[in-house]
């Protein structure tokens, strides 16, 4: 069983729409987690880091954590064709920046 | 800002051929990493070094080998590469003493086996 877990694989919102992406760990050791965003040919770039529980704005996007359920979440609002990506969400214990453990991914779709 | 180069971007080989991706990144990380990725889906970690002439298995190290020669490049080899196989390797790096999570990738080499 994979340690890092998202949801939905795929999802398609419509221009200017809220796209919501899960996380959930099964691992305890992790207490860090991050999401990043990987655009077709690319390489993933970061996009936001969360350590702390309950939320974490950053212009559009907003993180949320819970770290008794291991559940964390990315929130995208007034989602543009530009966000269409593949989202990855990833965790790391209590060393963080060593050993990132990435989930399997959600594909974004943005329609105009 | 600093950048990270792969080398070869597309690679071909032969079923049981010795294969081999360089790694490069200007940044002056200390910790960089080796990751596979099958077919637009999740990133597995083969191998990571913290320091130069470091390394640490990951979760998919068989099959492969690496060698952190300096800290500025990072190769990983497939020891044999198997028939069908495709998938993207990206290499990546961190400032390890910061500790921040955050990986800088590449842009991926592509290998194609055939």
């Known amino acids: 069983q994979q340690k890092v877990q998202q949801s939905p694989e795929s999802l398609s919102v419509p221009e200017g729409g809220m796209a919501s992406l899960n996380c959930t760990s099964s691992?305890?050791?992790?207490?860090y987690f991050w999401w990043y965003r990987q655009h077709s040919g690319e390489g993933p770039k970061a996009l936001m880091?969360?350590?702390?529980?309950g939320d974490k704005k950053e212009g559009r996007f907003t993180a949320h954590l819970n770290k008794a359920s291991l559940h964390v979440s990315l929130h995208i609002r007034d989602s543009q064709p530009s966000d269409s990506a593949l989202y990855f969400c990833?965790?790391?214990?209590?060393?963080?920046?060593?050993?990132?453990?990435f989930g399997g991914g959600t594909r974004l779709t943005v329609r105009p | 800002g600093g950048i990270i180069t792969q080398t070869p971007k597309f690679l071909i080989g032969q079923e049981g051929q010795k294969l081999t991706l360089k790694c490069q990144q200007n940044?002056?990380?200390?910790?960089m990493y080796w990751y596979r990725q099958d077919s637009g889906k999740g990133l597995r970690l083969i191998y990571y070094?913290?320091?130069?002439?470091?390394?640490q298995k990951g979760d998919l190290s068989e099959g492969y080998d690496a060698s952190r020669e300096k800290k500025s490049s990072f190769s990983l080899t497939v020891t044999s590469a198997q028939k069908n196989e495709m998938a993207v390797f990206l290499c990546?790096?961190?400032?390890?003493?910061?500790?921040?999570?955050?990986?800088?990738f590449g842009e991926g080499s592509k290998l194609t086996v055939l």
């Open positions: 070094s913290i320091t130069e002439n470091d390394l």
């Open positions: 940044f002056n990380h200390d910790t």
């Open positions: 990833a965790a790391s214990g209590n060393n963080a920046g060593a050993k990132l453990t």
């Open positions: 990546a790096s961190s400032p390890h003493r910061e500790n921040t999570g955050q990986l800088y």
């Open positions: 691992d305890r050791n992790f207490q």
């Open positions: 880091s969360i350590f702390s529980d």
